[in-house]
């Protein structure tokens, strides 16, 4: 795993949401609650980038 930079550490983000690292880059995704019936709790599901 990628050790994340400083500007991305000290990020304050939004709630709801993540920082992904893919190919070197970093975004952030909005991530929406959802019950999975099959393990019967919630879980987390990402949304899109607000990075375009």
């Known amino acids: 795993m990628v050790e994340r930079p400083d500007y ?3 990020f304050v983000k939004p ?4 920082i992904k690292g893919i190919n070197g880059h970093w975004y952030l995704y909005e991530k929406f609650p959802y ?3 099959v393990a019967k709790r919630m879980k987390w ?4 980038s607000s990075v375009r």
Do not use: L, M
């Not at 709630?15 to 993540?18: D, H, L, Y």
């Not at 599901?45 to 899109?48: C, E, P, Q, T, V």
């Open 8 to 10: 991305v550490k000290n």
């Open 15 to 18: 709630k709801n949401s993540e």
């Open 35 to 37: 019950y999975d019936p």
């Open 45 to 48: 599901r990402s949304g899109r």
